[in-house]
C-alpha cells in the first residue's frame, strides 16, 4: 500500500467529512507530486469517481453527484475530501489514487496507486 487514507467512520445528518490521503513511505509517489482522485465504492455496485486535483493543485473537477457538496484539497503532503453536506448516498469506502495523468482523472484506469480505502456511513 502506498496511499494510506483516513478520516473515516460515522458521519450524522448536519455533520461534517474530513478524509484524509498520505504516502505511506517515502518511496511513495507523495500527494504532493501527483495528481490524486477519491473514488468510492458499495457493495455490489462499480467503484465510482467523486473528486480530483491536479499535481499543481490550480485544478480540481468533481462528479455531479458531489459537486458543490464535496471539496477536494491539497495541504502539502496531504489530499484531503471534505463536506458539510454529507447524504445517505454518500455511504461507501472510500479510496485515494495518485496518477500522473490528470486528463484521465475520471477513469480507475488511469490510477496505478491506490489506498487501501476508508469506511463512511451516514447516520441519521
Known amino acids: 500500500v502506498l496511499l494510506v487514507e483516513s478520516g473515516g467512520g460515522l458521519v450524522q445528518a448536519g455533520g461534517s467529512l474530513k478524509l484524509s490521503c498520505e504516502a505511506s513511505?517515502?518511496?511513495?509517489?507523495?500527494?504532493?507530486?501527483?495528481?490524486v482522485g477519491w473514488f468510492r465504492q458499495v457493495p455490489g455496485k462499480e467503484r465510482e469517481f467523486v473528486a480530483a486535483?491536479?499535481?499543481?493543485?490550480?485544478t480540481t473537477y468533481y462528479a455531479d453527484s458531489v459537486k458543490g457538496r464535496f471539496t477536494i484539497a491539497r495541504e502539502q503532503n496531504t489530499v484531503y475530501l471534505l463536506s458539510d453536506s454529507v447524504k445517505p448516498e454518500d455511504t461507501a469506502v472510500y479510496y485515494c489514487?495518485?496518477?500522473?495523468?490528470?486528463?484521465?482523472?475520471?477513469?480507475?484506469?488511469?490510477?496505478?496507486?491506490w489506498g487501501q480505502g476508508t469506511q463512511v456511513t451516514f447516520s441519521s
Open positions: 489514487a495518485a496518477t500522473d495523468n490528470y486528463e484521465k482523472r475520471s477513469f480507475q484506469s488511469t490510477y496505478i496507486y
Open positions: 513511505r517515502r518511496s511513495a509517489p507523495t500527494p504532493s507530486l501527483s495528481a
Open positions: 486535483i491536479s499535481a499543481n493543485s490550480m
